[in-house]
């Protein structure tokens, strides 16, 4: 299993455990994160898994590759920064135990 954690934008948290090999965005789904609706069903193709991964993960995550369909799609997305990620493009392996994530407030 694999542990994370959730942060909503009212900075309550949401601590979630799902199995490695699972995405972030079904972590979320699985466990009824506010925010986080996965729409497209994970194929990156709807953005509505936007999170900003916290800065202490960022470098382990990895930052948007250019020009990736993922990158794309968050160019349009609100408050997207630097740290932003689809949720569904996040695979939580054991070296992501303990992974931060935060809802952008546009997304309630
Ligand atoms: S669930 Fe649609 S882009 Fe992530």
Redesign the pocket.
Known sequence: MVKLTFVGADGRTYPVDIEAGSSA?DAALCNDVPGID????????????HVHVDSAWIDRVGRLAEGSMESE?LQFAEGATEDSR????IALEADLDGLVLHVPAQQY
């Open positions: 965005r996965g729409d497209c069903g994970g194929v990156c193709a709807c953005a509505t898994c799609l689809l949720a569904c493009q």
